[in-house]
């Protein structure tokens, strides 16, 4: 079976998209109050260029990509091997390269992906507004515009997660909204 092809059943794999889902919001919740700690900080800092703020944001984007990415490709890795090791002493064989093997192993490359596309969308969305500074924008506009694009993708997220799980999805996406003014408001309060 090809790769393609094991990628697209792990997809249709009900536990994997599961797990996946929980890899790219809980990361891209981080990765967006990430961004929105950058910016306000940026901003406050005197930071004058929109070209500035987008530099530290991708080396954000960077280091949490890679992060999510590492981190759940070790952890899976981890985490199915024990489980093979635990099947294979129930069964008393060897279950190298055979179904199981092949469908775990897709099913960690789904969930590295997802992981760490959700930081990527986290930040870079909410970085969009600094490469329109000085061709409209002012440093503190596009400030606030990108904090309400933070503050959207988190209720975006908590509105998806609340409607999978049946919870009103309005009351979800204005809790995880709420994090982003947190720490908005938060940053604005920092000393220095």
Known sequence: MSFQRRLRQALGDEEVRSIARRYFVSNGFDGTLTCIGIVVGAVLSGVTEGATVVKIGLGAAVGLGTSAIWSVWEIERAETRAEILRIERAMLTDLDDTRVHRDQQSARVVHAAMSGLGPLIGILIPLVPFLFVDAGLTIVTAALVSI???????????????????????????????????????????PG
């Open 148 to 190: 309400a694009l933070g503050i959207a993708i988190l209720g975006t997220f908590g509105a998806y997660m609340g409607s999978i799980s049946g919870q009103r999805w309005y009351v979800a996406a204005g809790r995880m909204a709420l994090a982003g003014l947190v720490v908005a408001i938060v940053n604005v309060f920092l």
